[in-house]
């Protein structure tokens, strides 16, 4: 398994932009699909985001055009551009990664993301 430590959360006005980061050790990080799920109080985990092996992206409807996902295989991190923040998207971040065998396609289910990071608080404020 590959460990994940996120950083970049915090609190920013509407309209505003945050960069999430997601730092992987392990020199298998290539072979990870890699994502972005965000818990909200009270509601369950909920994909974000995903980055297949060769690069091929997949965005929730609720923050397509607004994240930007990407990952750096040479320095093991995945991040997440957030822009146009609106206060639903107030939620902890999670960075997951996925041992997958697709190497163009990336799962939303949380359940097939075996590697979990300790999650990042991002609140938006109205």
């Known amino acids: 398994q590959v460990q994940l430590v996120e950083s970049g959360g915090g609190l920013v006005q509407a309209g505003g932009s945050l960069r999430l980061s997601c730092a992987a050790s392990?020199?298998?990080?290539?072979?990870?699909?890699m994502g972005w799920f965000r818990q909200a109080p009270g509601k369950e985990r909920e994909f974000v985001a995903t980055?297949?092996?060769?690069?091929?992206?997949d965005y929730a409807d609720s923050v397509k055009g607004r994240f930007t996902i990407s990952r750096d295989n040479a320095k093991n991190t995945v991040n997440l551009q957030m822009n146009s923040l609106k206060p639903e998207d107030t939620a902890v971040y999670y960075c997951?990664?996925?041992?997958?065998?697709?190497?163009?396609?990336?799962?939303?289910?949380?359940?097939?993301?075996?590697?979990w990071g300790q999650g990042t608080q991002v609140t938006v404020s109205s």
């Open positions: 980055m297949s092996r060769n690069g091929n992206t």
């Open positions: 392990g020199r298998t990080f290539s072979r990870y699909a």
């Open positions: 997951a990664a996925n041992p997958s065998i697709s190497y163009y396609v990336a799962s939303r289910r949380p359940a097939d993301f075996g590697s």
